[in-house]
Structures are given as C-alpha cells and as structure tokens.
C-alpha cells in the first residue's frame, strides 16, 4: 500500500531536480541517479509485496470457501423435506446458492480483504507525506474528497443494485435448466426439448434486458466519477498556484504534495475498483 505514495514522492524529486538546471552533475548516489536507484527498490518492493498480499489472502480464502461449502452443504441435509418443495429452494436456485454465495465470499477474502487494508496503507502513508510538504495544500485537495466519494459511492450502488437483480434473475434459468437436464429421460422421451428450449430462452432474456441496463448506467456512473476527479486535480493545481504567490510555497513542496496525492488517490482508486465488486 505504501508503493504509491512513496512512488509519487521520488517521482516529484526527480522532476524538481531536473527542471532545477543551476545543479552540478550528481555523483554516483546523488540527487537523480540516487532517485533512480530508489525506483529500482521501489520496484523489488512491490514484487514481493503484492505477491506475497496475494499468496496469503488466497491461500486464507481457498481455505474458508472449502469450509463453507462443507457447511452449507451440510445444512441442506439437514433441512425437512417440505424445504425442498418451496419455489425459492428449487434444485437450481440451491446448487447456484452453493457455487455462487462461496464464490463472493472468496472473492471478499482474497480481493476485498486485501484491497481494504491496501487503500488504508495508501491513504495513511500519502496524507502524512503530503502534509510534511504542505498542509494547506493538502486541506484544500481534501475538501474535495466529499465529492470524489460520493462519485465512488454512486457508481458502486450502481453496480451492487443490478448485480443483485442480475443473480435472482439468472437463479429462475438455472432452475430451468436443472429440471430439464435432471428429467432429460422423460424430456427427450416426451419430445419436450422445444418447450424448455423456448423457457430457458423467456428465463434469459431478463437478465440480458438488466445487462444492457447496467452497461448505459455504469458508463454513466464511470463518467461521473471521472469528471469529479479532473475537477479535483484541477482545484488543486490552481490552489497549488495560489500558494506559491501569495503564502511563499516554494515549487518543490507544491509539486511534491501534488504529486503524492494524485499517485495515492490512483492508487486508492484502482484498489477501491477491486473492493467495490
């Protein structure tokens, strides 16, 4: 989680250094070849830290998703057998439960879990650097994260509301096609194949109906969010500006808290991409 900020802190040195042309030529490990050896680190860094963030979160979500499935499976063994007669307990709405439901909570161990603690990391470590640099820089880009969050929140609301009518939709196919493959003697035997051919497809077309809904409302909902951010860099740019005229923020600091906060709310932005879904 530390990558990015850290990125965007040498990031901004180097860029400092190299405008300032009154520097004589650095030694061995001096100003940018000593940045340059840090990018490196930086480098070595983020391959045994993401490897590892993912080797562990997988290995801890394969583990509890086996564990679940025993349990779930259990339960419906367990259960009476007018359970097994209501319409929301039908062969392929359970078997979907079991392979879906295991599947999200894998996903929110392995991806969500990570991702959260990554975003904490990132957010912690870029708001220290920044503030070191500039604090009034920093509160003026942070009173625009109100907005940015509430762009984040309308595209995530987007997703989860269609994802879920999406599932119950995709639950009454799946019921479909497990009665039709389950009976397929008395099927093939009654020359049904028509007819569950022609209820498979009516069961289907509501959830291709919620999918082109959902492409229209994310891009919306994508485009939003990307808007908020570009307003956001360029509030920030002129506040930057501002500072250096009127309150005497020298042009290292300025481009340093920039830099570090748009490296870290990139950073934020992908893991929160990942932890939304």
Not at 64 to 70: E, N, P, S
């Amino acid at each position: 989680g530390a990558i990015f900020p850290c990125f965007g802190l040498i990031f901004a040195q180097v860029i400092t250094k190299l405008v300032d042309t009154k520097n004589p030529p650095p030694g061995p490990l001096e100003g940018t070849n000593l940045y340059s050896f840090l990018f490196v680190m930086i480098g070595i860094a983020a391959f045994f830290g993401m490897s590892g963030q993912i080797v562990c979160f997988e290995i801890a979500g394969e583990r509890y998703t086996k564990r679940l499935r025993a349990a779930v499976f259990e339960a419906y063994m367990r259960q009476e057998v007018g359970y097994f007669d209501q319409a929301e307990n039908s062969l392929g709405a359970l078997t979907a439960k079991l392979a879906v439901d295991a599947k999200n909570v894998n996903e929110l161990i392995t991806k969500v879990s990570g991702d959260v603690t990554q975003i904490l990391v990132t957010a912690i470590t870029g708001l220290v650097i920044a503030f070191t640099q500039s604090w009034m820089l920093t509160l003026i880009i942070l009173c625009m994260a109100p907005f940015i969050a509430f762009a984040n929140y309308y595209q995530s609301k987007i997703e989860n509301g269609y994802e879920d009518q999406t599932k119950a939709a995709n639950e009454q196919s799946g019921e479909v096609a497990g009665e039709a493959i389950k009976e397929i003697r008395t099927v093939a035997g009654l020359n049904k194949q028509t007819h569950f051919e022609t209820k498979y497809f009516y069961a289907t077309e509501h959830p291709h109906k919620l999918a082109k809904r959902k492409a229209v409302s994310s891009s919306i909902g994508f485009a939003f969010q990307q808007c908020i951010s570009y307003y956001a860099n360029a509030v920030a740019f002129f506040a930057g500006i501002q500072l250096m005229w009127h309150h005497g923020l020298t042009f290292d600091r300025m481009f340093t808290c920039m830099m570090t906060i748009m490296i870290t709310a990139q950073g934020v932005g992908r893991a929160s991409v990942f932890a939304t879904t």
